[in-house]
């Protein structure tokens, strides 16, 4: 049952660093491509009036609009996307080489801090020092508490101290964002040693060269995923270059090309011209404005949260890519050697079966990373508190954001009101309506009926719409309001307002329905 409270983010590690390096490689394909040049938009921190070709891409006709398609979006998108990455990839893959050479471990420690310093400069230039500075604060805390037996917590604590002060007083807002993905992998990768350290599962503290190759490994320092103390010195030993080690690194880069092109080119025109529900009417910005129904709405709703979730799945699948490149990400059973690192299960997400198996299935390293040391940690307190205590902890890493906070926390009452919901249908009818679907030896007498798949698939509908709901408010519009929070409050509220506030009341209907049942 813990499994089913490991939250996951709402911004992955990486997409700030990746949406601000790529502006002026768009800024030029704009200059010479054609109309849906205009939508390589993948979450960018561009001016407001960066926003407005959205519309202008409106006027054209749906023959029009999927002749420009490929020369105008799909190719830009692809190709900016690997001119950003390319350095990264090399220094990757050289990492990857240089772990085979039998050098000693204080030499292999040394090239990564290295490189993971190089491509901190390439993504942040000399904001780096933010980063740095966060990382040397961790090591002085683990040595100076050496002796100390809950050096897991107090670090936390200190982390997130460090995180909010940063971003209240150190600096400007947009440059810290622009950090934030580093930064929490930098925060994740300390607190899971400092809780290592106390359970025992990491012997002592390492060294300090040691401590930054693992801070600054350069398979996951820019885009992640959270990987564990061991898993890195794992990586150092250097395996063989194989087949399926080229094989998972290139289907993971192709998966992660395909998803940023559907996030840029086709989720944001979904309904206008993939998929014409109301015809020739959401073709024309103008047009748009003028449908206020209900059902037009949650069409808009579902284009912003398709566009948000590919966003994330490629940035899950960039990590994948760079840290198999780097080294990392592989099961060792025997002599079977498995390079099976895996972020994002965007099939779990798009048709989902609950909404716990949504949260488990957006970020899999920071599941594990939050359930392993925050859930874990916290369910002496119950699990109520413990899944609030989950939810808040990560709406605390990713920085005072109003929409992502309100998301997470939103996301911590429906999932567990969710959970306990079915848990008692399940037990009333005798039936596999769990949120996690059951084992085939499980005691359940209805399994398969008519009716127990009507219940399954109700919740998966729910399951959708809280998905539309909530990620209404993650459009291209909340990035240009980053600075001013109170714009990104109002634009939340605004959003949810417009959808009648239908995730909230569905469930606190579910509460209600608990307690009846009850």
Sequence with gaps: MLSQWESSTNASPGPSAFKTQR??????ARTHARAPTHQVRAHEQEP?????????MGAFSRQRFFQELTLGCLLPTAQQGLEQVWQLLVICLLCRLLWMLGLPPFVKHLFTVAGGFYTLYLFFELHMIWVVLLS??????????????IRGTFLSITVLIYLLLGELHMMDTTNWHK??????????KAISLAFDLDRGVVASVPSPVEFMGYIYFVGTVIFGPWISFNSYKEALEGRKLSFSWLFKVSVSWVKS?????????????????????????????????????TPAKWLLAYENTMSFHFSNYFVGYLGETTSTLAGAGFTEEKENLKWDMTVSQPLNIEF????????????????????????????????????????TASALLHGLSFHLGAVLISLGFITYIEHVLRKRLAALFNACV??????????HRNKGKLWVCVINVAFSALAILHLTYLGSVFNSSVDYMEEEEDDVTHHTIQKWSELSWTSHWVTFGCWTLYRLVL
């Design 23 to 28: 502006q002026h490689a768009r800024a030029r």
């Design 48 to 56: 407001p009036a960066a926003a407005a070709p959205r519309d202008a």
């Design 136 to 149: 040397l604060l961790c090591y002085l805390f683990l040595f100076l508490c050496r002796h100390s037996t």
């Design 179 to 188: 950090m934030r993905g580093s930064q929490m992998v930098v925060a994740m």
């Design 257 to 293: 090309q395909v998803c940023l092109v559907i996030s840029n080119c086709v989720a944001p025109y979904l309904f206008p011209y993939f998929i014409p529900v109301y015809g020739d009417k959401l073709l024309r910005g103008k047009k748009r404005r003028k449908i206020r129904g």
């Design 352 to 391: 989902p079966r609950s909404m716990v198996e949504v949260v488990t299935s957006w970020n899999l390293p920071m599941s594990r990373f939050l359930h392993t040391y925050v859930f874990k940690s916290a369910l002496k307190f119950g699990t109520f508190s413990a899944i609030m205590v989950t939810y």
């Design 434 to 443: 769990l949120s996690k679907k059951c084992p085939p030896d499980c005691t």
